[in-house]
């Protein structure tokens, strides 16, 4: 990933199932993997792109922003995910995110859409234009 990055090529990282010695194999998440990597090196942020527009809330609406202030209130509403899989659902990822932001010190974490064409590039190249949900340590911080 280093060298991708130093190449000024793009990684794309995503869970898959880790085949070991003790247990036989296990599902490791993306989130697990970005926590992992994010332990070597500093990312200015993250895009987690799946079959979502974002995270939604008890309406349906994509939650444009979420942050340790209002997650308090919204994580009844994440938790009713229809589609909870074995890495915990969407309230596990944005649980893992939210505590990723703060270790990182506020980098911002952006949950859109990878199917719709055109997203991902879109979000790479303009970070200051917001789509899905970003997750961001504290509401204070500017970005």
Do not use: W
Not at 80 to 92: L, N
Not at 98 to 116: A, Y
């Amino acid at each position: 990933i280093a060298k991708a990055l130093h190449s000024e090529i793009v990684p794309v990282v995503y869970g898959d199932v880790a085949i070991d010695r003790a247990i036989g194999g296990t599902i490791v998440s993306t989130e697990d993997l970005f926590q992992y990597i994010a332990n070597t090196i500093q990312p200015d942020r993250i895009l987690l792109a799946g079959n979502y527009a974002g995270v939604y809330d008890a309406e349906g609406e994509v939650i444009p922003l979420i942050t340790e202030d209002n997650y308090p209130t919204l994580q009844e509403v994440i938790g009713r995910s229809c589609a909870v899989d074995v890495t915990g659902g969407m309230i596990a990822k944005v649980d893992t995110m939210l505590h990723m932001s703060r270790r990182l010190g506020g980098v911002d974490i952006q949950i859109l859409s990878g199917v719709e064409p055109g997203s991902i590039l879109a979000a790479l190249c303009n970070p200051e234009i917001q789509t899905g949900t970003t997750i961001r340590h504290n509401s204070n911080t500017a970005k």
